[in-house]
């Protein structure tokens, strides 16, 4: 369940409770001095020893018998708000969110049922009802809807597009470029929803207002994708650079991390943007100061979801320095961590990428050995991330037909990671299937910057380091007359005195 605490709170605050729970912060309260029903007091007391089953069916028979219609507001929300646990934890998610759906209907109704109410719909992938869930937390829930992670707003924008429901995306977007939208986040976060609400405006011939939102945006890896774009290329300015935008949202995050000291996600910035930059050594001193081992990981209140993400940012580090083993050495460190209680899918496969990177090719293939047991819950991203590494990884060790199964499946799954194939197909040798997926992306307005973005020069890493199996064929690919004019056509790359961040 999000934020996860169980919903017994209906009952919580009741005077008539010999031995109260505490509830959490944001749950229904209900009020001293109001007498339970008889079948919440059994409900509790089920609740309590985990007999869900138990519960939802007292929860269930007590809010649809004929008394209910005289319980006070409070307490029938809250006992709505206690279904939505008992109906999730035995399995009956559809059930838990009808609960959910009569708790918000009343003020009365937590915070925490509305972040559960929007959860629900998108696990579920009915954007049309998660999107009717951010609109009315617009409308006096700001709390609500700002407590929310932000990572579910980017899930439902992925959804509506892929749906096709332009309207909806475009009103969505606009209410979370909205000042009222203050995501509880000690980093930036709101530019990608700029970015992609710009380039609908954009598109509807709205083209001051796209622009104003550009104008807005101050992270640098948006502004550095916006600079090669030609639709917005205008609003950065012609004398925009890529070092400088770097530098100025690199003193940004030294200011957040003042102002969060407990969140270790904005050092990871912080570093990422130093190796940026060029100063590996820089990036691993700020990883290392802050390392989140020992007495210190209790200071940092994003310990569970970020520390694989620090170990991630050492190997880069150390990798960038040309120090390769102590690079595989924290990538492994990074997978050892849980991600969500289970295989951390995403370091599994940055530490593939890393020893194919370094030459451990057969390493890279049995470290994805883990996948092969059934039921991995891995999203299609990453699926396609795992096939790319096998396909390159094959391909080098000469086991062409391992690399055919993988390739294929890249191809047949191209929606689900643009970019991939084009990267796979340049490792695997085939310049000419690379060039037409690449003159694919470039004649595509949605993804034409992303393709030029990679296709720009860069500075020369800083370590030694093997050459990298995708990007040390990118200048072969770019001598190519027809990837030339599709550059042309597209409106030019760039140089950019940064150094490229490896897969």
């Excluded at 609960?99 to 937590?110: G, I, K, V, Y």
């Excluded at 622009?211 to 774009?229: F, G, H, K, T, Y």
Aim: hydrophobic content about 45%; overall charge neutral; some cysteine.
């Amino acid at each position: 369940m999000p934020i996860a605490k169980h919903l017994t709170a209906w009952l919580l605050l009741a005077a008539a409770s010999a031995n109260p729970v505490v509830a959490a912060s944001d749950t229904a309260p209900v009020a001293r001095d109001v007498q339970l029903p008889a079948w919440a007091e059994t409900a509790l007391r089920a609740m309590n020893a985990k007999d869900y089953t138990t519960a939802l069916r007292l929860i269930t028979a007590g809010i649809a018998s004929p008394t209910s219609t005289t319980m006070p507001t409070a307490v029938r929300v809250a006992a709505l708000e206690a279904g939505v646990t008992c109906a999730y934890e035995t399995g009956q998610k559809d059930l838990a969110h009808r609960f959910a759906l009569d708790a918000t209907q009343f003020d009365e109704a937590s915070d925490w049922v509305w972040r559960t109410r929007l959860w629900l719909e998108l696990g579920a992938k009915t954007p049309d009802a998660a999107f009717a869930t951010v609109v009315a937390m617009t409308q006096g829930r700001g709390g609500a809807l700002n407590s929310a992670p932000v990572q579910w707003m980017f899930s439902l924008t992925r959804q509506l597009r892929d749906g096709g429901d332009l309207a909806a995306r475009r009103r969505l977007l606009a209410m979370l470029t909205a000042s009222s939208y203050q995501p509880q986040s000690a980093i930036p976060v709101i530019d990608p929803f700029r970015r992609d609400y710009a380039g609908l405006l954009y598109e509807a011939g709205e083209k001051d207002a796209a622009l104003a939102q550009v104008r807005q945006i101050e992270n640098s890896s948006m502004l550095l994708l916006l600079s090669v774009d030609p639709r917005f290329r205008q609003a950065l300015g012609a004398d925009f650079s890529p070092r400088v935008a770097v530098e100025r949202f690199l003193a940004t995050l030294r200011t957040a991390a003042v102002l969060h000291p407990e969140s270790l996600e904005v050092v990871i910035e912080i570093a990422a943007r130093e190796r940026q930059l060029g100063h590996a050594d820089a990036a691993l001193a700020t990883l290392q100061a802050a390392a989140p081992l020992g007495p210190k990981a209790a200071s940092y209140t994003d310990l569970g979801e970020q520390l694989n993400w620090w170990w991630d940012g050492v190997g880069r580090a150390q990798e960038a320095l040309g120090h390769s083993e102590a690079a595989l050495g924290a990538f492994a460190q990074g997978k050892a961590t849980v991600e969500y209680g289970a295989l951390n899918v995403s370091q599994t496969i940055n530490l593939a990428w890393a020893q194919l990177r370094v030459g451990h090719t057969s390493d890279a293939l049995a470290t994805l050995t883990v996948f092969d047991v059934p039921g991995r819950d891995v999203s299609a991203y990453g699926v396609m991330e795992m096939r790319s590494v096998q396909a390159c990884a094959a391909t080098r060790l000469g086991r062409a037909a391992d690399a055919a199964v993988a390739i294929a499946f890249v191809k047949a799954h191209r929606r689900d990671n643009i970019g991939a194939l084009g990267d796979v197909l340049l490792c695997a040798g085939d310049f000419d299937g690379a060039a037409a997926d690449f003159i694919q992306r470039l004649d595509d307005p949605e993804q034409r910057a992303t393709a030029l973005l990679a296709l720009s020069d860069y500075d020369p890493p800083e370590g030694t380091l093997p050459p990298d199996p995708i990007y040390s064929r990118l200048p072969m690919l770019k001598r190519r007359p027809d990837v030339q004019a599709a550059i042309s056509r597209a409106g030019g790359t760039r140089r950019i005195p940064l150094q490229r961040e490896p897969i």
